[in-house]
């Protein structure tokens, strides 16, 4: 069969899937480590990495090999069944968290729905039939499921899908006092992204994580953290919370989990876990032997290569070049982020940034409008952030001079 042309691949793209998504014209074939390159041989230093899912870079060697070679021995075994490589990624994710037990599913989305119901299901045994709001954060972000949108504190993501589920309230991120005054009898459980992704790459305060653990301990509430784009490392700690000494009591894990093979995970300490009994909750494909196969190559890989300590290294270089070249243009409005999860905010919109970069063989991707958002994979060197940071450069630059024409 021959590969069809980048042309070819647009047109029979827009001829047959459904428009959900605004693509690029950029149609990657190959990746290796932060490179990628298009079906007509260009090629990017990729700062997107499938959104923050290509953790270990593109095609790492490992999890190559383990896909190869569990997919020659068993691909999938139904969850009826016991599955060593789902028994031994759970027992390494159980270990490196503390929180003792695990469900296995497909995605980030499936993993949060999976939070909501244990939470939920926790309540109604241990606080009564009433007990079944779950507070989140306005420009949260948590998946495309109907419970999923409900529970993104953002509009644009629930308009058009109504009726919505029950069940949700809203706080201002970073405000303890307005998540106090939100919780009421029905609350359950509070839901957060330690480091916000989709919402414009906003960091938690330490004070307000410590509080919001504090004001469940003494109401009786479940903390989840939603970490599926901020876990595996991204921040500079294996996982987000650990940068601010607060545990939850349930975490939802996907993207970087299986080094770009699907796959999601929803923890819960041992008491919380408990509230599933047989029968409560299932996925046909969750836990699968590929999956976990890749799973646990990805995460050996992140932890035997220290990629957390190099996302910490590396991130601070990254932030510190680009604090730096934002002090000399006006519409670069904040540079912030935690390791390698980092958001320029411009005070005008970004997709023209985006594209920009893309010509000059960078990918980055907007949030929230107007903030660009670096998450390259935890492998990435300093001579690569050298490479993103000047084609940014260039790119605002472009921007400045533009924007000084006309001007006396
Ligand atoms: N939760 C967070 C924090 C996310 O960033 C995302 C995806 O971006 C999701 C959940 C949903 O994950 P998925 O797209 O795998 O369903």
């Known amino acids: 069969m021959r590969n069809l042309t980048r042309e070819e691949i647009f047109a029979l793209s827009d001829r047959y899937l459904m428009r959900t998504y605004g693509r690029a014209p950029v149609a990657p074939v190959r990746g290796a480590g932060a490179r990628l390159w298009d079906a007509d041989g260009k090629e990017y230093l990729d700062f997107a990495a499938g ?15 383990a896909i190869r070679q569990q997919a020659a021995r068993l691909i999938h075994c139904s969850n009826l069944y016991y599955i060593e490589q789902q028994a031994r990624l759970a027992a390494l994710l159980a270990e490196h968290s503390g929180l003792g037990r695990v469900f296995f599913c497909n995605s980030g989305a499936e993993a949060v729905e999976g939070a909501i119901k244990l939470a939920r299901k926790w309540a109604k045994i241990h606080k009564g039939r009433g007990s079944y709001e779950i507070i989140t954060a306005f420009n949260s972000f948590h998946g495309r499921t109907l419970a999923c949108i409900t529970a993104t504190g953002q509009l644009k993501y629930q308009k058009g899908f109504e009726p919505l589920p029950q069940g949700f309230g809203y706080v201002p991120f970073n405000d303890l006092a307005a998540l106090e005054d939100a919780v ?3 609350t359950c459980a509070v839901m957060l992204e330690p480091v916000q992704g989709e919402g414009g790459v906003n960091v938690a305060d330490g004070d307000y994580l410590r509080g919001v653990r504090e004001l469940c301990d003494r109401a009786g509430l479940l903390l989840i953290f939603d970490e ?3 876990g595996l490392g991204r921040t500079g700690h294996l996982f987000a919370h650990e940068h601010y000494g607060v545990k939850p ?3 939802t894990l996907a993207k970087a989990l299986g080094g770009g093979f699907p796959i999601g995970a929803l923890l819960a300490r041992e008491e919380v876990a408990q509230a599933f009994g047989p029968g409560d909750h299932a996925s046909t494909f969750g836990g699968s032997p590929l999956a976990c196969a890749a799973g646990l190559a990805a995460v050996e890989t992140i932890l035997e290569e220290n990629l957390p300590a190099n996302a910490a290294r590396v991130g601070a270089y990254l932030l510190e070049r680009l604090r730096e070249l934002a002090s000399r243009y006006a519409f670069v409005k904040e540079v912030r982020g935690l390791g390698l999860m980092v958001g320029i905010e411009l005070t005008q919109p970004g997709d023209p940034f ?13 949030v929230s409008g107007n903030v660009l958002r670096l998450v390259p994979p935890l492998t990435i060197t300093r001579q690569e952030v050298d490479e993103a940071v000047n084609v940014l450069e260039r790119v605002f630059e472009e921007e400045a001079s533009k924007e000084g024409e006309g001007q006396p």
Do not use: F, W, Y
């Not at 985006?354 to 907007?366: Q, S, T």
């Open 51 to 65: 959104v923050a899912v290509c953790s270990v870079g593109h095609c790492h060697p490992r999890v190559v090999e």
């Open 184 to 186: 009421n009898e029905h």
């Open 228 to 230: 599926v784009q901020c």
């Open 354 to 366: 985006v594209e920009r970069c893309r010509d000059k063989g960078l990918l980055v991707n907007c």
């Open 249 to 251: 009591d349930i975490m």
